[in-house]
C-alpha cells in the first residue's frame, strides 16, 4: 500500500502521515454548537473526517478520535461581540439553555449515525469541562499572555510572533486597517479566553472562577478537553476551512503560549458546501436540514454519496438534481451488490490496490469512486466483485451490508405513472418524461433507462421509503 498522503494546512503541502507514536493516532475533530439543527453544509465536514478515520484505520492505525459538543461560550462574533449563541437559542425557542443543549446534541448525533459516521472514542462536551478550562487559563496567565479588560479575561497575541501563522494572517494589515474601535482590547486579533458575567443580567449558564463569576470563552475549550484527551501534542485537528483564521489559530495560540506546541502535527479542513457560490448558512437562511432530504423521500446515505463525488478540498456546489443523482447511483450500486450471491471469495488484489492508491492520495474519494465502478462493470465473477466492494466499503461507508431491498411489487399509482411516462417518451415529450421521472423520485422510486426500456428501483429499508 503507498504512503497516506494528507495535505496539511499549516505547511501548506501533501506530506506523508506519520504518528507521533507508532501504530497509534490521535484525531480531534470540532464538533457543533448545539444551539440549532445542523445543516447538511456542517455534515458534510463529519463525511470528511469520517472517511479520514477509516482511511487511517485501513492503514494500519489504532486511532483515537475526539469530538468536542459545544454547548456554551461560541458567541455569535468571532470578534468576541454579541451573546452566547446558547442564550440567543434559549431566548428564540423560551426553553432553558441547558434544555435546547440537550435537544440538539441528541438531533446531531442521530443525524450523525444516519450518515453511518463511526462513533467518536469520546464526546466531549464543554460544560463538563469548566475546570480544565480554568486550569489552562490559569496557565496562561502565568506565561503573561491573559490581561483582563471590563468585561472579561483576553489573550494578548502580540506577545505571541507565530500568532495567525496557520492562516498567514497579515497581522501588520489588520492593526491599521481596523475599522471599528478595538474597546479595551490591546491588538485586533485578541480574543476572550473568559467572560464576566453581566452586572444586572442572570446568565443560565455561568461559573465561579478566580477572576470573577462567568463564563469561558468559544476557542478555550477545545484547547483543554484536546489535551486532557489527546496530549498537549497529537496527530491531526480537523474542521471545517471556516475555523482556520480564527479558531484554529486561537486554538494553536493558546496551545502554543501555555505548553510551547502547535497542537497537533497536522492540520486539515474540508471546504464548504455552497448554493448559488454561496456557503450554506444558517444566518443566510440556507438552512436545509438532513430531515429535510427525508421529506423529499432522500436517504441520507445518498448525500454522503453526494460528499464523496467532490475532494473534501474543494467546494461541493448542491443541487436537487446533483442529490437525486447520487441516490440513483447509490441504489444502482446497492442493486447490483444484493444480486451478487454472497460466498467464500476474496477481494481482487489489483482493484483494491487501485483503490487505496487514491484513499491514499489525499483522500481522492472521487477517483475512488470511478474505481468502484469500474470494479461493478468488470466482468469478474460475482463473488468476487462483492468481496472487493465489502473491502471498499469499510472506507466508503455506504453500509451496503446493511441494505435490504424492498419487495419489487408497484403500486397501482406508480405504475400509471410509469405508463404515461413510456407514452411520452414514445412520442418524444422528453420535458415530460423528465418531469415524470421527477414525481416518481418525489414519491420514492427511481427509474433507470435502458435498451429495454424503463426500470424502477424502489427505495431501501434503511432509506427514505
Known amino acids: 500500500m503507498p504512503p497516506l498522503m494528507l495535505y496539511d494546512t499549516w505547511s501548506r503541502a501533501l506530506r506523508p502521515f506519520v504518528s507521533i507514536e507508532a ?40 486511532l483515537r478520535h475526539v469530538v468536542n459538543i459545544t454547548d456554551v461560550g461560541h458567541l455569535v462574533s468571532d470578534a468576541d461581540e454579541g451573546e452566547d449563541k446558547m442564550e440567543k437559542g434559549s431566548r428564540r425557542t423560551g426553553e432553558s439553555a441547558w434544555t435546547i443543549a440537550s435537544r440538539y446534541t441528541d438531533a446531531f448525533v442521530s443525524d450523525w449515525r444516519a450518515l453511518n459516521l463511526l462513533e467518536p472514542s469520546i464526546w466531549c462536551r464543554a460544560t463538563d469541562h469548566i475546570a480544565e478550562q480554568i486550569a489552562f487559563i490559569v496557565e496562561l496567565e502565568r506565561g503573561g499572555y491573559v490581561y483582563r479588560t471590563d468585561d472579561g479575561l483576553y489573550f494578548d497575541t502580540g506577545k505571541q510572533h507565530s500568532y495567525g501563522y496557520l492562516a498567514r494572517l497579515d497581522r501588520a494589515g489588520l492593526q491599521a486597517g481596523k475599522r471599528v474601535a478595538l474597546g479595551a482590547k490591546k491588538n485586533i ?137 447520487a441516490q440513483a447511483a447509490l441504489n444502482r450500486l446497492r442493486h447490483a451488490y444484493a444480486r451478487w450471491r454472497q460466498k467464500n471469495a476474496l477481494a481482487d488484489a489489483r482493484f483494491v490496490a487501485r483503490f487505496d492508491a487514491e484513499v491514499n492520495e489525499d483522500l481522492n474519494m472521487p477517483n475512488a469512486l470511478a474505481v468502484l465502478w469500474d470494479l461493478v462493470k468488470s466482468d469478474l465473477p460475482d463473488a468476487t466483485r462483492r468481496a472487493s466492494v465489502d473491502s471498499f466499503d469499510a472506507v466508503l461507508g455506504l453500509g451496503l451490508r446493511d441494505w435490504t431491498p424492498l419487495a419489487t411489487e408497484i403500486p397501482e399509482d406508480i405504475q400509471a405513472l410509469l405508463d404515461e411516462r413510456a407514452r411520452v417518451r414514445l412520442e418524444g415529450d422528453w420535458a415530460k418524461s423528465d418531469a415524470l421521472r421527477t414525481t416518481l423520485q418525489l414519491r420514492g422510486w427511481q427509474v433507470e433507462d435502458g435498451r429495454d426500456g424503463q426500470r424502477v428501483l424502489p427505495f431501501s429499508r434503511n432509506g427514505a421509503e
Not at 24 to 30: D, I, L, T
Not at 32 to 44: E, Q, S
Not at 214 to 238: N, Q, R, V
Not at 244 to 265: C, D, F, K, P
Request: positive net charge.
Open 189 to 325: 486579533t485578541d480574543f476572550a479566553l473568559w467572560k464576566f458575567s453581566p452586572v444586572d443580567v442572570k446568565r443560565q449558564m455561568e461559573w465561579d472562577s478566580p477572576w470573577g463569576r462567568g463564563f469561558p470563552g468559544w476557542h478555550i475549550e477545545c484547547s483543554a478537553m484536546s489535551a486532557k484527551y489527546l496530549g498537549t501534542s497529537f496527530d491531526i485537528h480537523c474542521g471545517g476551512e471556516d475555523h482556520i483564521a480564527v479558531h484554529h489559530s486561537n486554538e494553536i495560540a493558546q496551545t502554543e503560549a501555555a505548553y510551547g506546541t502547535r497542537l497537533a502535527n497536522f492540520w486539515l479542513h474540508g471546504r464548504f458546501l455552497t448554493l448559488s457560490a454561496a456557503k450554506m448558512s444558517k444566518s443566510n437562511g440556507d438552512f436545509i436540514r438532513l430531515q429535510t432530504l427525508r421529506d423529499r423521500h432522500i436517504d441520507p446515505i445518498a448525500y454522503r454519496y453526494l460528499c464523496l463525488t467532490a475532494h473534501y478540498r474543494s467546494n461541493l456546489h448542491f443541487t436537487w438534481e446533483s442529490l437525486y443523482a
Open 23 to 62: 501504530g497509534r493516532a490521535g484525531m480531534y475533530c470540532c464538533g457543533p454548537t448545539v444551539y440549532d439543527h445542523a445543516h447538511i453544509g456542517n455534515l458534510r465536514t463529519y463525511v470528511f473526517e469520517d472517511v479520514l478515520r477509516r482511511a487511517l484505520v485501513r492503514n494500519g492505525y489504532q
